[in-house]
C-alpha cells in the first residue's frame, strides 16, 4: 500500500531537499562534462558516465590507501590531517581521469568525428562496454566502499558542522561541502567559458572548427582538452559521491549517464546554466521520490522531463548546441 | 535503384512484384530457409547450436530490422528500442496476469498493440527532433519503461511478470492455435512456437521489404537526406517519421510478443534496460543494416556471441565492447553488408597468402600509430604544449 | 495570383522585409525577378511567401479564378508542404536535392508526392506508370539523360541546379520562386541553365519569381522587375528602369551617371 504520510516533519523536507542538491550537484558535474563535449566535439559520449564510476572506484582504494596509514581523527589537529588526505585523495581520483580519457578521446575517439551518428554512439557505446568490464577486472563486481576509521565511514569522521545545534537535524558536513563544489564548479565553468582565453578558444572551435583551425588553433588539442575536461569533473562528482558512504558499483555509471540524459533534455542540450538547473531539479524530486514514494525512484526524473519538453521542448535554456 | 540494372543483365526469377532473385541468390535462400527449418533437428549434433539461442536471435533480429527502417531510411537513430521489445514483452505478459488469457495469439495481439501504442505515443514526442537529439531522447524514454517496469510492484519489480498460466512458476505455458500445453509438453510449445516464429519472420521481411521500396519508403529517405526539401517537394515530414517510428515499434512489438511467449518469464533487465536498447542497434549494424537480412544475421551472430561468451568468459561485455570497436573500424557496412567486400578479400588472401603478412603489417602499424598518439596528446595535457 | 500583403520580419534589431507588398502573376505565366544588394531581404521575402519562415506582421494570399470572379485565400499560417498542395513550389539558393539519391529517384520522389502517392507503402516506387512518364518528360526537358543514373552528389554544380529546378516542376507548379537559380554556376553554363528554366516554366505557363544578380539576365527575361533596398520595395515595374533610372543603377551597380 502507499502511504503518503499528510504533513511531513520540517527537518525531513529539509534533509529530501538537502540531499536532492547534494545529488544534483555531482549530476551537474556529469552533466555539464557531457554536455560541453557534446557542445565542442559534436560526440554523446555514451562512455561519460564509467568515467564518473571508475572515478569513484579510484577513491575507494586511495581513500583506503591514506585512512590505514593516518591517525584517525581525534582532535581538530588529526581531523584536520584527515581531511586534507581526503581532499587529496579526491583530487588525485579524478587527476587519473585527465590521462585516460585524454588517450580515449586521442586513439578511438579522434578517428571518427567525420562518421554518422550512429557509428559514433556505437563507438562510445563499446567504449562503455569495455570500461565497465575494466571496472569489474579491476574491483570486482561486488559493491566497495573505503575502509572504516575507527569503525566508521569516512564522512562521518568529518561530521564537522554541528548541524544539529545549528539547525535542528542531522546532516553530512561531506555533503555539505560537496554542494558548495557543485556550486563552485558551475561559477566556474561560467567563469572559464566567458572569461578566459582558452575557454573562448574552446567556444570559437565550437562554433566553428574550421575557422578556428584557421587562426592556428589546434583542433585536436581543444577536443583533446576538452574530453580529459569532462572526464576530470566526472571522476571529481565519482570520488566526492564515494566518500560520502555510497558504495562504489559498476552499474553506477549506466544511471548516472541516463541521468545526465535527463538534465540535459530538461536543461537544453549545450547550455551549463541548463545543466545545472535541471541537474538539481532532477536531484530533488528523485529525492523526496526515493523518500515518499520509493517505487517511483527511477521514474520519477524521466516524468519531469516528459512536463518540461510537453512546455519547452528545446530545453528549459535551449541553446540545443552550443555552448553558453 | 541498382536492383534495376542487375535485373537486366543477369536472368532473374520473380518471387513476387518487385523481389526478383538470381539463381545463385534463390539457391542460398532456400538453403538458408531449409537450415532455420531444420535448426531444432540438428541443434543435439552440435555442441554450441542451441535451438534456445537461435530463436532467441531470430526474435532480436526482428526487432532489430524494425530499428533498421528507421536508421536505414530516416538517418535517425533510436537508442530505445528495448521500449518497443520490452513493451511487447510486457503488453502480452500484463494479458496474461491481469486478465487470465492463456492463448498464446491473443497475447501476441497485445503484445503488438501495447508496444504499437507505446511507439505512437513516444513517436509523438520525438519526431520533431533529428540526429542526437532524437536518439538522447528515445533513450530516456526508453529508459522511462524501464524505470516504470524496475518500480511497480504490479509489473514484478526486478523480478518481473510470467507468461505461464495464472503467472504461477507452475503453470502451463500458453496453448497455441487451440493446442493446450501441459508443464511436461514445453518442448512441443517450444517447437510450435519456433515454426510459428519462422513464418512471421518471413513474413515480417517480406513487408520490411515492400515497405522500404515503397513511396512511402522513398519520402522517408528523402526526409534522411534533406527534410528541407522534403518538405518544400510536399512531404509532412513530421507525421512520416511519426509512422516510420510506430512501424518500427510494431517491429519491436511481434519480435517481444514471441520472445516472452518463448521464454514464459520476463524481466527488466532483459528486455528494456538501456543495455539492450544498444544491443538492438548493434544488431542492426552489425548485420547491415542497408538490408534486410542484414539485421536477422547481426541478432542470430550477437545472441549466440552474448549466450557462449557468457559461458566462457565472466568478463562478456569486454569481448563484445571489443567486437563492436571492430565493427566501427573494419565493418561500418556490416556482415552481411559487406559480404561482397568479405568474400573478395578472402578470395585474394587465399590466392596470395603473402597478403597476410601485409595485413598484420598494417595492423601494427595502426596500433602503434594509435599509442604513439595517445602519449604525445597526455605529455600534452599533463606537461603543457611545447 | 500570389500577393504578399504588407509583410515584416524582424531578426532582432534588423527588418529583413518592412511592409512588404506585392503581387505577383497578374496574368499566368508572368515572370517577376527580384533585383537588390545583398540584404535587402530577398530571400526573406521568398521564404516568407513559402512558408520556410512566419511573418511577425502581414500575410500571404493566394488569388484563386473561379466561375464567381476570384476568391482570397490566406495561406499565412500553412505549413510549407501544404502550400506546395496549392502550387506554390520553389527552389533553393544552395542546391536542396536528395544527395544519395540518384537523378531519376530525386525526381521521381517529388512526382510521386505530387500525385499524392507517398502514403502508398506497399506499392513499389518504380511501378506507377504516370510518375514515370512525368519523370521521363522532365528529364528530357531539363536535359538530364545522360546522367539520369548517377547519384546527385557527384554531379557537376550546373545540373544539379537543373536537377533541383526540375524537381520543383515535378510538383506542377502555379507560382514557382527560384532563388539565384544560376548562383555558382559558370559563365558558360548560365545562360544554358537559365535558358532551360525559362523554357520550362513558359511551356507550362508557370507564375515565377526569380532572384538574380545578373542584370543582363534580368533585362532578358523578366517581364517585370522588382528591386528590394534594405527590406522595401525600391522600385517596381518594367525591366529596361535598369538602364533609365539612374537612382536604381546607383543602388544597385555603384553606378554613379555622369556629373
Redesign the interface.
Known sequence: MIELPLFIDLGDAAVHTLNGIFRGSILFMIASGLTII?GVL?V?N?AHGEFYGIGAFLLTSIATFFVVRIAAPTDPLSTAIFAAAIVIAVLLSAAIL??IA??I????I???YD?????Q???T??????L???I??IWGSQPVRPAAVDGQQIHAALDVIPMEELFGFQYSSVRIFTIFIGIGTFLFLLWFFDRTKTGRIIRATAIDREAATAIGVSSD?VF??VF?LGGFFAGFSGALYSVSAIPATAEMG?TAL?LS??V??IGG?GSIRGSFVGAILVGVVWSWAIAEY??????AP??L??LV?LVR?EGLYGA?GEIE | MSNEDQSEEKETIRLMKGLHLTKPQLALALVGLVVVLLVPEIEGFFDNLQLDTFHNGILWGMAALGLALL?NKT?L?S?GHAAFFGGGAYGGAMLVNFVGVDSGLLILFAAVFFSTAMAFAIGW?VA?YV???F???T???G??L???A????TLG?DEGLRLRSGGEASGDPPSLFGIEFTLQQQGEYRLVLYYFTILLLIASMIVMYRIMKSPFGSALEAIGQNRTRARFIGIPVERYVWGAFTISGFYGGIAGGLYGLRQLSIGPEGTLY??VS?EI??MA?LGGFQTIIGPIIGGIVLTFLLDNVRFLT?????I???L??L???VL?KGIWGSSEDIKNGLMTRVKNPAQLGADVGTLQKMLIN??R??I???K???FG?K | MLEARELIKEFGDLRATDDVSLTFGKEDGEMTFIVGPNGAGKTTLINLLTGLLEPDEGSVIIHEKSENGTTERDITDMDPEQRVKTGLVRSFQVVHVFEEMTVRENIRTASLSNHGLTRSFWSLSDEHEEVENDVDELIEQFRLEDVAGDVAETLPHGDRKLLDVAMSFALDPRYLLLDEPTSGVGAREKEYVIETVVEASKSQNVTTVTIEHDMDIVREYADRMVALVRGEVFREGDPSLLDTDDELRRTLLGVTPDE
Open positions: 557534446f559534436g554523446l555514451l585527465i590521462p585524454g588517450a578521446e586521442a586513439t578511438v579522434r578517428p571518427i562518421r554518422a551518428e550512429m557509428y554512439l556505437l563507438l557505446y563499446a567504449l562503455l562496454l569495455i565497465v568490464d575494466t569489474r577486472i588539442r583533446t582538452l580529459a549506466g541516463v540524459f535527463v540535459i533534455v542540450l520509493p517505487p517511483a525512484e527511477i521514474a524521466f516524468a522531463m516528459i519538453l521542448p540545443w | 536508421l538517418e537513430v537508442f514526442f520533431d540526429a542526437i537529439y536518439a538522447l531522447l533513450l530516456a524514454f529508459q522511462l524501464y524505470a516504470i524496475i518500480g511497480s510492484p519489480q538501456v543495455f544498444g542497434l548493434f549494424i565472466e568478463h562478456f561485455e569486454l563484445i565492447g571489443i563492436l570497436l565493427v566501427v573500424f561500418p594509435a599509442v598518439n595517445a604525445t596528446t597526455i600534452i595535457i599533463l604544449v
